[in-house]
């Protein structure tokens, strides 16, 4: 055994340190790098959630209160909710980009499409179907209100990484 360790010792007698001095700083700097990014995704998350939140907050999670003009309040939102989606998008894993990206689009197209008529006809027909059958689920999903939950639910899902 004596005869191993003197082998080992002879050699890293022999070896110059520089290398292991140069591994020894690339792992701390990977290290380092690695806390970095961490503390940079969480910010995006933060960031993103904060901004739905407080962009949001008349309409998501409660309905507190529609604003009139609905189509020109979300659309003026969507620059600075663009801006922290492009940021989050970059800490995603790759096989949830896809995913981020279509539900993205999906609360786009919603937010431009969206008009307070479409909103006013929605509260029309469900205030004047009196059955609660089956025709309340087809309500329900054809609701202005809860499409917009919907979409904002799908992508606060993306933060939970």
Same mark, same amino acid.
């Given at each position: 055994?004596?005869?191993?360790i003197?082998?080992?010792?002879?050699?890293?007698?022999?070896?110059?340190?520089?290398?292991?001095?140069?591994?020894?700083?690339?792992?701390?700097?990977?290290?380092?790098?690695?806390i970095?990014?961490?503390k940079?995704?969480?910010?995006a998350?933060?960031?993103?959630r904060?901004?739905?939140e407080?962009?949001?907050?008349?309409?998501?999670p409660?309905?507190?209160?529609?604003p009139?003009?609905?189509?020109?309040?979300?659309?003026?939102?969507?620059?600075?909710?663009?801006?922290?989606?492009?940021?989050?998008?970059?800490?995603?894993?790759?096989?949830r980009?896809?995913?981020?990206?279509?539900?993205?689009?999906?609360?786009?197209?919603?937010?431009?499409?969206?008009?307070?008529? !479409?909103?006013?006809?929605?509260?029309?027909?469900?205030?004047?179907?009196?059955s609660?059958?089956? !025709?309340?689920?087809?309500?329900?999903?054809?609701?202005?209100?809860?499409?917009?939950? !919907?979409?904002?639910?799908?992508?606060?899902?993306?933060?939970?990484?």
């Amino acid at each position: 055994m004596n005869e191993i360790i003197d082998q080992i010792s002879g050699y890293f007698e022999t070896v110059p340190l520089w290398p292991f001095v140069l591994f020894g700083f690339l792992g701390l700097v990977a290290v380092f790098v690695e806390i970095l990014n961490r503390k940079r995704r969480a910010d995006a998350i933060d960031n993103f959630r904060y901004t739905i939140e407080t962009e949001l907050a008349d309409m998501y999670p409660q309905h507190k209160r529609w604003p009139k003009n609905i189509n020109i309040y979300l659309c003026s939102r969507l620059p600075g909710m663009q801006q922290n989606f492009e940021v989050l998008r970059v800490f995603l894993p790759q096989d949830r980009l896809l995913s981020y990206n279509t539900d993205w689009n999906n609360y786009c197209d919603f937010c431009r499409n969206i008009t307070d008529e !479409k909103i006013a006809a929605a509260e029309q027909s469900s205030a004047s179907d009196p059955s609660e059958g089956t !025709k309340q689920s087809t309500h329900k999903e054809s609701d202005p209100k809860e499409v917009f939950h !919907k979409l904002v639910a799908d992508l606060l899902k993306h933060t939970h990484i």
